[in-house]
Nanobody, 124 residues
Framework: QVQLVESGGGLVQGGGSLRLSCAASGRTLSNYAVGWFRQPPGKEREFVAAISRSGGSTYYADSVKGRFTISRDNAKNTMYLQMNSLKPEDTAVYYC?????????????????WGQGTQVSVSS
């Protein structure tokens, strides 16, 4: 199985940028499709973005489309979430996840492995 560790979270002003990383260990990340989810304070966890095993297909929530970019570097066993034009409503704990499939998925139940999460806070 694969272990996932997120990094790169922090406090940023509205309009700013952050890049989250998710490093995999145990098995190579190229065996998995991967995604990012987030849980805002007091709310349910929600889908943010996903990418296929090859990196050829990406999927985004409407709320982040055009601002966030998901990518992966299989050689480095790492995936990324570049977040630009951040808004206070992007404040959440962000989780990376991996699934044993070819395509990414917008559904949490499709994912087999999860990281511990990293806090992103955006001030107004």
């Amino acid at each position: 199985q694969v272990q996932l560790v997120e990094s790169g979270g922090g406090l940023v002003q509205g309009g700013g940028s952050l890049r989250l990383s998710c490093a995999a260990s145990g098995r190579t990340l190229s065996n998995y499709a991967v995604g990012w989810f987030r849980q805002p304070p007091g709310k349910e966890r929600e889908f943010v973005a996903a990418i296929s095993r090859s990196g050829g297909s990406t999927y985004y929530a409407d709320s982040v489309k055009g601002r966030f970019t998901i990518s992966r570097d299989n050689a480095k066993n790492t995936m990324y979430l570049q977040m630009n034009s951040l808004k206070p409503e992007d404040t959440a704990v962000y989780y990376c996840a991996a699934r044993e499939g070819i395509s990414g998925s917008t559904s949490q139940i499709a994912y087999d492995y999860w990281g511990q999460g990293t806090q992103v806070s955006v001030s107004s």
